[in-house]
């Protein structure tokens, strides 16, 4: 029962999650893969999904969590549908990067690691996307595929959101 709507809670299916349990369960210093597999599978970390991972590697579910947070790779809370991966390498630092973050954050409403009321987008600055001669460049995952933007000015940024916002609602077969 969900404590703050009073609603049934559903169990999630974890029947993708039990074939990378069967292989890699019993395997000491596995956990890490099995997180990776599972976030793969359900988009994030959900208690529900840690609790199922403890319940069948016998790990204790504090230790889960505490791999979970200790590493950026993990997440806890769903992204939005599409993931802008910002560049903050030296290249990309020196090019502008923190004015491109400014302009997303300004035209989304959005610090880094948040996503938008929506769902819509998630924000992560990324160490380096190994795109340095488009700096500042961002990459964008979701629900149009994979797509990466440089030679950013704040400019383009806000018209690359709102394609990406105007692709997202726009009905089937339709080109905007």
Request: aromatic share 2%; net charge negative; hydrophobic share 35%.
């Given at each position: 029962m969900c404590e703050s709507c009073g609603a049934e809670k559903q169990r999630a299916d974890f029947t993708a999650l039990d074939h990378v349990l069967a292989e890699y369960?019993?395997?000491?210093?596995?956990l890490i893969t099995i997180l990776q597999q599972?976030?793969?599978l359900y988009g994030y970390l959900a208690e529900e999904t840690i609790d199922y991972i403890a319940a069948r590697?016998?790990?204790?579910?504090?230790?889960i969590y505490g791999v979970a947070t200790f590493y950026a790779q993990f997440r806890l809370e769903p992204i939005g549908r599409n993931l802008i991966m910002l560049c903050k390498g030296t290249a990309c630092h020196v090019n502008g990067a923190d004015d491109i973050?400014?302009?997303?954050?300004d035209h989304l409403g959005i610090a880094d690691g948040q996503t938008t009321e929506d769902g819509t987008f998630?924000?992560?600055?990324?160490?380096?996307?190994g795109c340095c001669s488009l700096a500042p460049v961002m990459m964008v995952r979701?629900?149009?595929?994979e797509e990466t933007f440089g030679n950013l000015t704040k400019e383009k940024v806000r018209?690359?959101?709102d394609e990406l916002r105007a692709k997202e609602?726009?009905?089937?077969?339709v080109s905007v």
């Open positions: 369960g019993g395997v000491r210093g596995s599972a976030q793969e590697t016998g790990l204790k579910p504090a230790k973050e400014e302009a997303v954050t998630t924000l992560n600055n990324v160490a380096c996307l979701g629900t149009n595929g018209a690359i959101l609602f726009e009905p089937a077969g």
